[in-house]
C-alpha cells in the first residue's frame, strides 16, 4: 500500500511538470466553467421572460379595461384579451438545458380554438439550436471523456515508449499497482474535478438540495469511471500510444457521435410522428366548417358534452359569442384523438430511444442529466398537457358569463385563472439509467480485468 | 521522384490493413448516410407535399364565404425539402415546417423535426456532411500523422534528403498521395449520391442543382485538401508520431466540436433574442396607435373615411361607389405588416449578428467555413429558411390584400353576410416554393468562402515555410 | 552453500527459435561474473529471464535460492539492474528520479544521502537537481548506477552497462564493481567488452546461440588470450 502512494506521489510530480497535461486540466476547468454561466444564464434568461409575460398580460388587461370602461361582452374579452401558460424551468435546468431551448417554454392562449395555438414556437435562432448547448451536461458528457482520454492514453504504453519500464519493474513492485496507481492518481484530478464543477453549478445555480445532489454526483463518478474503465481495457492491449489515442477517441466518436446519430436515424424510422400536419389541418377545416353549420347542430352537439349550458338562451342572432366558442371548442374534439395521439407519439419515441440508450452510455447519461433537471421532451408533453388543462380551466371560467350573459366586469380580471407548471425531475428514469450506467462500468472494467489476467505484460 | 513518393504514399497506406479497414467504415457510414438522407429526405418531402396539395384543394374548393371568413380561413405554407437537402439536414431539422397564413397575424412556422424529438437529436444527425465534415478529416489525421515523423524515426528522411530531393518536394509529394487515398475513399460514394439524386428525377437535370451539387463538392474537396496539407505540416512539426498524433486530434476537437458549440452559444450570449410574446405585444402596440382593422372608432379609420367621402363627394358611407370596410382593411393590413415587419428585421438582424460570430469564427476554423457553405449549397441554411418565411409572408399579405380588395369591390358597406361563390378562391394563385438560385445562396456566405479560401492559401503558403524549418536531426 | 544467482536447465523457446538452450549457471555472492556474445546469442534473454521480465519455457531461474517465477516480487528486493540505456522519467530531476526508484524499493533516504549516491556514480553534484531531460546518456546511465547502489542489493544484473561511457566514467565503474563485489555483491554483467571484462570479472562466459559454450576463470588468462579463445568460439 506504501509503494502505491509513492507511485501516487511520483505520478503527481509528473503530472506538475507536464505543461500539456496541465493545459488540458485547465481548459477542461474553464469550459466547465463556462458551460456553468451559460446554462445558468440561460435559464436566468428564461426566467426573465417568463416574468416578462406577466408584465404583458398586466399591461393586456389594463387595455381591455380602457377598452371597456363599464365593463364587456366575456365574449370580446376571450378574443381579444390573452393570458399564458408558462412552463418554469426546475432549479436543476442550468445543469443540464436539455430540449428547453428547442421546445417553446410558454404559450400565448386566448379563448379561442386550443390546438391552433398550442404548438405556436418561440422565436429561436436554428443555427444555434443546431449547435446545441454548451452547458455543464455538454462538458461531462462530452469533454469528459476526451479528457480522460488525453490523461490515459499512453498511461501504460509510454512507460515503455520513454523505457521507464524495465528499471521500474525491476523494483519489488507488480504491473497492476503500476497501472492501478496512474489510473488512481488520474481518477482523482478527473474526479475532484467533475464534482468541484458539479457543486459550483449546484451552488451557482442555486438548485433544491434533494436527493439528485447525491444522484447527479454519483453519475458523474460513474461516467467516468465508464471512461476510465475503458482506458484502462484499451492500454490492458499494451499497443503503443498512437494505436491508443486512435483507438480511445474512436471509441469516443461511435459512442457520442456516431451510435446516437444511427439511433436517431432508426427512432424516427420506427416511430413516426405523422399526426402533427394532419392534426393542424384538420383542425383549421372543423373550426372554419363552424361558420357554416346550422347553429343548432353545433350547439347540440355542443351540448351532447356541455349539458348544463343546455337550458341557457337559444340562439337567434346572426352572430353570437357563445355560438362562436362552441364551434371552436368542437374543432378541438374533432382533433382530439390525433392531439392525443401525437403526445403519445411523442412519449413512445421517447421511450423508445431510453430503451435504446444501452447502445451508447453518453445517451444514457445526458438523458439522467436531462431527466433530472426535467428538461427532455416528457417534460414539455406534461407542459402541453397542462397547458391544455388551464384552457380547460379559462374556458370553465368564461362559460358562465357566456351562456349566462353576465356582463364581464372589470372586477372579474382577478378571478381569471391563472397558470403555473414547472418541470418536474424524472427520478425514476433517471435511475433506471444508473443502473444501466452502473452495468456498463462493470461489463468494462470485467472485460479489462480478463484481459490483464490474460495477457502476459511485456517490457518493451 | 515526386511521382515515386506519392506513389509509395498511396501503395503503403492501401496496404496498411488497419487504414483499410477504417476507410471501409466510413465509405459505408457514406453510402448509409446517403440512403438514410435521401430516405428522409423524401419522406418528409412528400408528407409536406401531400399536405400543401390537400390544403390548397381545400382553398379552392371552400364554400361560398364572406371575403374577410376567407382571409381568416387562410391558407398553409409547407416547406418543401429542397434537392440537395438529404445530402446536409443542416438547420431542417430545427425549423419549422408548416407556416398558417391568416389575415392580421404573421404566425410561427411550427412543428419542426427537433420539436418532435428527445435529446437524442442533439448529438448530431447521420448526413453525408456530418460524415465529410466530422469523420473524413478524422481519416485525414490518421492517414497522414506520421507523413514526416515516422521517416524521421525510421532514419529514411535523412536517406531520402541526401538523394537531393527537398523537404517541399517531398511534402508536395506525400500530399499527392494522401490525397489519391481520399479521393478513393470518398468517390463511390459521391457518386452514388449524385446518381441517386439524378435518378429520382429521371436524369431530367435542372442546371442549378448540378451547379449546387459541384460546388458543393469542391468545397469539400478545398476542405480535405486543407486537413491533408495542415496534417502534412504538424507531422512535419513534430519529431515522434506520437505527438504529431495527438497535437491533430486535438485540433480536431477542437474545430469540429469545441469551436462550433463555443461560437454559437457566444452569438446568443452576446445579442439577446426578443421573445415572441414581447414582439407580438410591441406589435401591437404600434400597430393601435396607428389603425385598427377591425375597429371603425379609430381615429385614423375616421380620417379615412372622412377622406373617401370628400373624394368621391358623397354624405354617407353606403353611398360610396367601394365598401370602405374593405378598404380600411386594407389599410389595417397594411399597417400591421408594415410594423411586424420592422420588428421581423429586427429579430433577424439579431439572429444575424449571433450568427456572424460562427462564420468570423471560421477564419479560424476551416470546419466552420464547410459547414456553412455546405448548407448554404443544400439549401438548409439559415438564409434559405429565412427566404421561406419571407415568401410565405408575402404571400400571406397579398392573400389578405386580394381578399380586401373583393370585400372592397364585390360588398357593400356593413355587409357581413354575403358570400362569394367557391370559383371565387380559383382565382387565388396557391403558395408554391422555389428555393432561390446557386448565386443567391453564395452571396449569403462570403465571409466563410473567404475563410475557406485564406485557409487554403494559408496552408499552401505559410505551412510550406514551416515544413522549410522541419529539424530533420 | 546457497548461491547468489542459479540456473538451472534454464530454457527459453520463442515462436521462431530457441533463444536459451538449457543454461546451468552458478554464482556466489562477491563474485562478478562477465557473460561475452554476439548480439542475439542469448544474453539479455538470460537477464530478463533473472529479472522475471519473461518466464522460461522450462527450468528455472534462482536468485537467492528463490525461484524468480514463483517469487516475481520478494527476488526483486535483493536484485538491482542497469539496462544499457537507462531511462528516467525526464520531467523528474535526477534526485527525484533516485528518490521515486529508492523508496519504490523500500529505502527512503533525505535529500543528502541520495546526492551522496548521485556524486558516487560520478552524476556531477550541479546537474542533480536538474531535468533529467537535459542529460546525457552516460549522465542517465550514472543516475542508473545510483539507484542500483542505493538499493544494496545482493545481486547486480547489468546489461551492457558501460556502452555509451567514457574511458574515465568506465574505469571509475569498474572500480565502483569490484568495491560492491569486495562487499559480496554477485554481479552478472552481459558485455561485448572482452577487456573490461577480463580486468573486472572473476570468471568469464562465453555464449553462442542460446548455449554456454565455455566458462573461463580470469585469473590464468591474458586479455588478448581471451580475445583469441572468444574469436575461436564465434567463428566455429
Not at chain 1, 424524472?426 to 472485460?447: N, P, R, Y
Not at chain 2, 468570423?360 to 448554404?376: E, I
Not at chain 3, 522475471?52 to 522450462?58: A, E, H, N, Q, Y
Request: aromatic content about 12%; proline content about 3%; charged content about 20%.
Amino acid at each position: 500500500m506504501k509503494k502505491f502512494w509513492i507511485l501516487i506521489k511520483y505520478e503527481w510530480l509528473n503530472f506538475r511538470a507536464d505543461k500539456g497535461l496541465l493545459i488540458l486540466v485547465t481548459l477542461t476547468l474553464l469550459a466547465g466553467l463556462y458551460g456553468i454561466y451559460y446554462g445558468t444564464t440561460e435559464v436566468e434568461r428564461q426566467r426573465q421572460n417568463l416574468a416578462g409575460l406577466q408584465k404583458l398580460t398586466e399591461h393586456n388587461v389594463e387595455e381591455m379595461k380602457a377598452k371597456y370602461p363599464a365593463g364587456a361582452d366575456a365574449g370580446d374579452i376571450g378574443y381579444y384579451h390573452s393570458t399564458f401558460a408558462v412552463h418554469h424551468p426546475d432549479s436543476w435546468a442550468a445543469l443540464a438545458l436539455g430540449q428547453r431551448d428547442v421546445n417553446p417554454y410558454y404559450i400565448k392562449l386566448r379563448l379561442l380554438n386550443l390546438q391552433s395555438q398550442l404548438y405556436d414556437t418561440e422565436n429561436i435562432n436554428p443555427q444555434k439550436v443546431l449547435a446545441g448547448n454548451f452547458d455543464l451536461s455538454f462538458v461531462l458528457v462530452y469533454l469528459f471523456p476526451l479528457l480522460i482520454i488525453g490523461l490515459c492514453f499512453n498511461i501504460l504504453s509510454v512507460e515503455k515508449e520513454q523505457g521507464t519500464l524495465p528499471l521500474l519493474l525491476s523494483q519489488p513492485i507488480s504491473l497492476p499497482l503500476i497501472v492501478g496507481a496512474k489510473l488512481t492518481f488520474r481518477m482523482l484530478v478527473v474526479l475532484s474535478l467533475g464534482l468541484l464543477l458539479s457543486i459550483i453549478a449546484m451552488l451557482w445555480g442555486n438548485v433544491v438540495p434533494d436527493g439528485r445532489v447525491a444522484l447527479w454526483l454519483g453519475v458523474v463518478v460513474l461516467y467516468c469511471l465508464f471512461w476510465f474503465a475503458v482506458a484502462f481495457l484499451v492500454a490492458g492491449l499494451q499497443k503503443n500510444s498512437a494505436f491508443n489515442a486512435v483507438t480511445l477517441l474512436g471509441v469516443w466518436l461511435l459512442l457520442t457521435i456516431v451510435v446516437p446519430a444511427l439511433l436517431n436515424v432508426y427512432v424516427s424510422i420506427k416511430q413516426p410522428v405523422p399526426q402533427a400536419l394532419a392534426l393542424t389541418i384538420k383542425q383549421r377545416e372543423v373550426v372554419h366548417g363552424g361558420w357554416d353549420k346550422p347553429k343548432e347542430e353545433t350547439m347540440e352537439k355542443f351540448f351532447a358534452l356541455y349539458p348544463q349550458w343546455q337550458d341557457t338562451a337559444q340562439i337567434k342572432e346572426r352572430f353570437v359569442w357563445r355560438w362562436y366558442y362552441a364551434f371552436h371548442h368542437l374543432g378541438d374534439v374533432a382533433v382530439a384523438d390525433l392531439a392525443s395521439q401525437y403526445k403519445q407519439s411523442l412519449l413512445n419515441r421517447h421511450e423508445l430511444v431510453q430503451r435504446l440508450n444501452v447502445l451508447s452510455v453518453p445517451v444514457n447519461v445526458q438523458g439522467i442529466f436531462n431527466a433530472l433537471a426535467g428538461t427532455d421532451l416528457p417534460s414539455y408533453v406534461q407542459f402541453l398537457q397542462s397547458a391544455t388543462r388551464y384552457h380547460d380551466a379559462l374556458r370553465a371560467f368564461y362559460y358562465p358569463f357566456l351562456f349566462r350573459q353576465i356582463t364581464f366586469h372589470h372586477a372579474d380580471f382577478e378571478q381569471e385563472p391563472k397558470h403555473h407548471f414547472a418541470s418536474s425531475p424524472d427520478v425514476a428514469s433517471a435511475t433506471a439509467g444508473v443502473v444501466k450506467l452502473f452495468i456498463s462500468v462493470l461489463v468494462v472494467f470485467g472485460a479489462g480485468l480478463l484481459l490483464y489476467r490474460w495477457k502476459v505484460a511485456s517490457v518493451k | 521522384m515526386v511521382r515515386s513518393i506519392a506513389q509509395k504514399e498511396f501503395l503503403s497506406t492501401l496496404r496498411d490493413k488497419r487504414f483499410v479497414v477504417l476507410s471501409v467504415l466510413v465509405l459505408l457510414l457514406l453510402l448509409a448516410a446517403t440512403v438514410v438522407g435521401l430516405y428522409s429526405a423524401h419522406t418528409l418531402q412528400q408528407e409536406r407535399m401531400v399536405a400543401q396539395e390537400e390544403v390548397n384543394h381545400q382553398f379552392h374548393n371552400s364554400q361560398d364565404r364572406h371575403p374577410h371568413r376567407m382571409a381568416h380561413y387562410g391558407s398553409f405554407a409547407f416547406r418543401p425539402k429542397s434537392s440537395l437537402s438529404f445530402l446536409d439536414f443542416g438547420l431542417d431539422s430545427f425549423t419549422g415546417a408548416s407556416v398558417f397564413m391568416e389575415a392580421h397575424r404573421q404566425n410561427s412556422a411550427n412543428f419542426s423535426q427537433a420539436q418532435q424529438s428527445s435529446s437524442l437529436i442533439r448529438f448530431g444527425e447521420m448526413t453525408v456532411a456530418f460524415v465529410l465534415q466530422m469523420l473524413l478529416p478524422l481519416l485525414i489525421v490518421f492517414l497522414c500523422f506520421g507523413a514526416f515523423t515516422q521517416e524521421k524515426e525510421t532514419g529514411t528522411l535523412k536517406i531520402l534528403l541526401s538523394q537531393g530531393v527537398s523537404l517541399r518536394r517531398i511534402a508536395w509529394a506525400k500530399i499527392k498521395g494522401y490525397s489519391k487515398t481520399v479521393a478513393l475513399v470518398v468517390t463511390p460514394a459521391l457518386l452514388l449520391a449524385a446518381g441517386l439524386l439524378f435518378g429520382q428525377n429521371g436524369f431530367d437535370l435542372h442546371p442549378d442543382t448540378v451547379w449546387r451539387l459541384l460546388l458543393f463538392l469542391s468545397f469539400y474537396l478545398v476542405y480535405f485538401f486543407i486537413f491533408i496539407v495542415l496534417s502534412v505540416i504538424i507531422s512535419a512539426l513534430h519529431r515522434r508520431s506520437s505527438t504529431a498524433l495527438v497535437t491533430l486530434l486535438g485540433i480536431w476537437i477542437l474545430f469540429c466540436v469545441i469551436i462550433p458549440k463555443a461560437a454559437a452559444n457566444l452569438g446568443n450570449t452576446l445579442y439577446t433574442t426578443p421573445t415572441k410574446a414581447q414582439m407580438d405585444a410591441d406589435v401591437h402596440e404600434e400597430v393601435a396607435k396607428g389603425i385598427d382593422g377591425h375597429n371603425a372608432q379609430d381615429a385614423r379609420a375616421g380620417g379615412l373615411k372622412k377622406e373617401l367621402l370628400r373624394k368621391y363627394g358623397v354624405d354617407s358611407l353606403s353611398q360610396l361607389p367601394v365598401n370602405v370596410d374593405g378598404i380600411i382593411m386594407a389599410a389595417g393590413e397594411e399597417q400591421s405588416t408594415r410594423v411586424y415587419r420592422e420588428h421581423f428585421d429586427k429579430l433577424t438582424n439579431t439572429f444575424q449578428q449571433q450568427n456572424l460570430i460562427s462564420e468570423l469564427a471560421a477564419f479560424l476554423n476551416p470546419y466552420l467555413a464547410v459547414r456553412h457553405l455546405s448548407m448554404g449549397m443544400a439549401g438548409s441554411d439559415f438564409s434559405h429558411y429565412l427566404h421561406f418565411q419571407e415568401e410565405a409572408e408575402e404571400y400571406r399579405y397579398k392573400l389578405a390584400q386580394g381578399l380586401n380588395h373583393l370585400q372592397a369591390t364585390r360588398l357593400t358597406y356593413k355587409d357581413k353576410t354575403t358570400r362569394l361563390s367557391s370559383d371565387t378562391w380559383k382565382e387565388f394563385k396557391p403558395f408554391s416554393y422555389e428555393t432561390p438560385p446557386v448565386q443567391w445562396a453564395l452571396s449569403h456566405h462570403v465571409f466563410s468562402l473567404a475563410a475557406l479560401f485564406l485557409w487554403l492559401v494559408l496552408v499552401c503558403t505559410v505551412g510550406f515555410r514551416l515544413i522549410d524549418k522541419t529539424q530533420i536531426v | 552453500m546457497e548461491f547468489a544467482l542459479e540456473a538451472r536447465q534454464l530454457k527459453k523457446e520463442y515462436q521462431d527459435k530457441l533463444a536459451l538452450k538449457g543454461l546451468n549457471l552458478q554464482i556466489k555472492p562477491g563474485e562478478i561474473f562477465c557473460l561475452l556474445g554476439q548480439n542475439g546469442a542469448g544474453k539479455s534473454t538470460t537477464i530478463n529471464l533473472f529479472l522475471g521480465f519473461i518466464t522460461p519455457t522450462s527450468g528455472a531461474a534462482y536468485i537467492n535460492g528463490l525461484e524468480v517465477a514463483d517469487h516475481l516480487l520478494k527476488v526483486k528486493e535483493y536484485l538491482a539492474y542497469i539496462p544499457e540505456n537507462v531511462m528516467l522519467y525526464p520531467n523528474l530531476t535526477g534526485l527525484e528520479n533516485l528518490a521515486l526508484f529508492s523508496s519504490l524499493a523500500g529505502f527512503e533516504y533525505d535529500k543528502e544521502q541520495l546526492l551522496f549516491y548521485l556524486i558516487e556514480a560520478g552524476l556531477p553534484a550541479e546537474a542533480a537537481s536538474r531535468k533529467v531531460g537535459t542529460y546525457s546518456k552516460g549522465m542517465r546511465q550514472k543516475v542508473g548506477i545510483a539507484i542500483a547502489v542505493a538499493k544494496h542489493a545482493k545481486v547486480l544484473l547489468l546489461d551492457e552497462p558501460t556502452s555509451g561511457l567514457d574511458p574515465k566514467a568506465s574505469n571509475e565503474f569498474s572500480d565502483l564493481l569490484l568495491k560492491l563485489s569486495s562487499q559480496g555483491t554477485a554481479i552478472f554483467m552481459a558485455t561485448h567488452d572482452i577487456f573490461r571484462a577480463k580486468e573486472v570479472g572473476t570468471r568469464v562466459g562465453i555464449m553462442r546461440e542460446g548455449e554456454l559454450v565455455d566458462v573461463l576463470g580470469t585469473a590464468a588468462l591474458d586479455a588478448n588470450e581471451l580475445e583469441k579463445l572468444y574469436l575461436n568460439y564465434m567463428h566455429n
